[in-house]
């Protein structure tokens, strides 16, 4: 047995550590630095060239999509959000992975610290690319700084873009339904408004779900409900899981049905 392979028969039997594999994410990470430092805005051909796409491209509605890709091959894997507007990179958040081996923290730390930001007691960040303005409201004029911090993160695409019903066998709901079940009692008839232009397609159908609920909260109805038909027409079929499976449905009558559907 030569030198090389008794340390790593060393290696994998003490600490259970793959060398090949800790190889592999080194190699791969100098790759996504050398591609990160070269041109941050075109850090997605890193992605296309070496990722695999995990949810595909979410059609958001107006012009507007959402990528969701990973790229690793040992302990860890580098993911990818890229949001576009008619085909051209609008944001994105490339969030890295921690290894679960404790041995190994120490030392992928370390290594991500050369294009990756910490917060003062060590903890690792996303990077991040125009996200903020993953919140303004599409076509309606507010300052944003009155808004909530709960309602800006229920407007974005973060908040989960999935829309539908619980119902079904399955006991778990749509994560953007949780987080609106969170704030819906603090929410205010001029905060739904806001919320049926959202950039997140889940969070506009929501809030227009509420309003079919509620409609005697509401004022200036006829102009509410042109948006809303604006709304609907941009986006007429809805991916959803719906009696046990997934399908895509009018997604009028879907809305019209989950604002019935409250058992």
Not at 8 to 20: A, E, G, K, M, Y
Not at 107 to 135: A, G, W
Request: glycine share 4%.
């Amino acid at each position: 047995m030569t030198k090389l392979y008794k340390i790593v028969f060393i290696l994998l039997v003490f600490t259970s550590c793959n060398p090949f594999w800790i190889h592999i994410d080194k190699r791969h990470y100098k790759k996504f630095t050398k591609a990160y430092k070269s041109n941050p805005k075109s850090i997605e051909n890193f992605f296309i060239t070496h990722g695999d796409t995990i949810f595909g491209h979410d059609m958001l509605g107006f012009g507007w999509r959402r990528w969701e890709t990973k790229s690793g091959g040992g302990y860890v894997s580098i993911r990818g959000i890229f949001y576009y507007h008619n085909d051209s990179i609008y944001a994105y958040s490339i969030i890295p992975e921690i290894p679960e081996e404790k041995f190994l923290i120490k030392k992928y730390k370390k290594r991500y610290k050369i294009v990756f930001p910490f917060t003062s007691n060590d903890s690792i960040l996303n990077i991040e690319y125009n996200t903020d303005l993953l919140t303004n409201p599409i076509n309606y004029n507010i300052d944003k700084s009155s808004l909530s911090k709960q309602l800006t993160n229920y407007m974005s695409p973060e908040s989960g873009t999935r829309y539908g019903c619980k119902n079904g066998s399955k006991s778990w709901e749509f994560l953007n339904r949780k987080h609106f079940n969170r704030i819906k009692n603090d929410l205010s008839p001029s905060d739904i408004i806001i919320l049926m232009h959202s950039l997140n397609p889940a969070s506009r159908f929501t809030a227009i779900e509420y309003y079919f609920e509620n409609k005697d909260k509401f004022s200036s109805q006829m102009e509410i409900e042109s948006w809303i038909s604006t709304v609907l027409t941009d986006y007429p079929k809805i991916q959803t899981y719906f009696g046990d499976k997934w399908e895509f449905m009018d997604t009028e009558e879907l809305v019209k049905f989950c604002s019935q559907d409250k058992n």
